[in-house]
C-alpha cells in the first residue's frame, strides 16, 4: 500500500486506524453503470458520448486499488469491476470496502436526506468503526421552513432546532459556499433585515436556501450554539461548488389536475411514502426531479481567501474553524491554518481524484500548514470506494512526503511517526473532543 521504504515506526504510524472527520453515507442499494459512473464524478454529469469516466485519475484508481478488495486482479475493466460489485451485493461490497480503509471513527454529514444512503451507524456497523453525527445547517433550516408559520416562528424554531441537534453531534457543517459563495458579507445581519429575508423565504420554503442575508443568520446562529456547546465549525470550500451530485432521475409529466395530486395534503395518498397529508420535504422533491437545484456561484467564489474577514471575526470566539475540500485552493487554506490559531484544513476527495498526483496536494499542505492544523478525511460520498481510495491516498501521499524529509534528515523517524499519528487521528480526537 505505501509506496516507499520508510522506518518501520513510520509505517506503523501511517497504517495506525484512521479518524474519518467528514464523510457521507454510501449508496445501500446496488448501483447501474451510469449512476456509478456519475459517482465517481466531480461533475455530477454524464461523460460525453463515447467516452468514460472512468477515464479519469479516480476511475483509475478504482480499478486498481478496489478490484483486489472484491477479488479481482488489478486494473481490471470497468465492465468486470461492475458485474463483480453486482455478484458480491451492495451490503458486502460497502462492508469490505469500508473495512479496508482502516478508519476507527467516521464522523458523517447526515445532511443529504436520502434513504438510500446509509445513516451514521450503518456506516460504522460496516466499516467496524465507531460512528458521530455531523449537523449540516442548512438541512436544519429547511426543515424549520416547511414547518413555520409565521417569520417569528422561523427565527425562534430555527435556533432552538440548532442547539436541540447540537446536542448530539460532534460539529456542525455548512455549505454557504454552494448557496452563495463565501464572498459574504462576514456581519451579522441585522433583525430586521432578518425579518424580512424570512418572509421571503416562507413564501417559498421548499426551494433551497440562497438568500444571503438568511444564510449569514444561519451561520451567525450556527457559531453561537457552537461557541455554547464547545464544537467545530466545518465549512466546505474549494471544488465542486455545487452539492454532492445527486443522480438524474426522470422528471415527472406535467400533473394532470383531474387526477390526485399527491403532493397536497387534501390529495396525499396514504399508502404512499410521504402520503397521509404529509407534503414532500425538499429533498424529496429535489431527489425526484421537482425542484430545480439552486445555480452554484462560480468556483472563484469557492477560495477560502474569501473567509478571511469572517475568519478573523470568529478568532474571540474560540469557535475551532475546519476548511473541507479546499483544493485547488488548497494553499491559500494551509496559509489561512498557519495565520490563525482556531482554523485547522483538511484536502478530502482532493486525493483520491488526483491519484498518483496526491503527493504534491499534501507537500503543499505540510509546506505552509502547521502540522497540529492537518486532519484527514475520506469526503466519501456515495461511494464505499471513495472511503477506500481517500484513506489510501492519504496514506500513500503522507508517507512520501515522510520518507523524502527522514531520508534526507530533516525529520528524524520519531518525529515523522508522531506527526502521522497526529494528522491522522490525534487531531481530530483533540478538536472534536472523541
Known sequence: MLPVELPVTVRDALLAPLVDHHCHGV?????SRARFELLISEGGAPAPPGTTHFDTPYGMAVRRWCAPVLDLEP?????????????????EVNRRLLAAAGVVAFLVDTGIEDLDLLSAAEMGRHGGAAADELVRVEQIEQDVAESAALAVDYLDTLGEELSARAARAVGLKTVVATRCGLDFDPARPSRGSVIAAANRRLAAPREP???????RHLLWSAVDVARERGLPLQLHTGLPTSAAPVPPRPVPPRPDPNRPDPNRPDHADPARPGGGGRPLSASEL???????????????????????????????LSVPVILLGCYPF???AAYLAGLHPHVYVDVGLALPHTAAAAARVM????????????LFSSGSRGLAESCLLGALYYRRALGTALAGRVRDG??????????????????A????RL
Open 330 to 332: 488548497h494553499r491559500q
Open 363 to 374: 507537500e503543499d499542505l505540510l509546506e505552509l500548514a502547521p502540522f497540529h492544523k492537518l
Open 75 to 91: 486494473h481490471a475493466p470497468p465492465a468486470v469491476y461492475l458485474s463483480r460489485r453486482a455478484d458480491l451485493g451492495a451490503v
Open 209 to 215: 436556501l440562497t438568500d444571503p442575508v438568511l444564510l
Open 27 to 31: 449508496h445501500r442499494d446496488d448501483l
Open 429 to 432: 480526537r483533540r478538536v472534536y
Open 286 to 316: 429535489l431527489l425526484g426531479g421537482l425542484v430545480t437545484p439552486p445555480e452554484p456561484p462560480s468556483p472563484h467564489r469557492a477560495d477560502p481567501v474569501r473567509l478571511s474577514a469572517f475568519i478573523a471575526a470568529l478568532q474571540p
Open 410 to 427: 530533516e525529520w528524524s523517524a520519531g518525529d515523522a511517526a508522531r506527526i502521522a499519528h497526529m494528522i491522522g487521528s490525534g487531531n
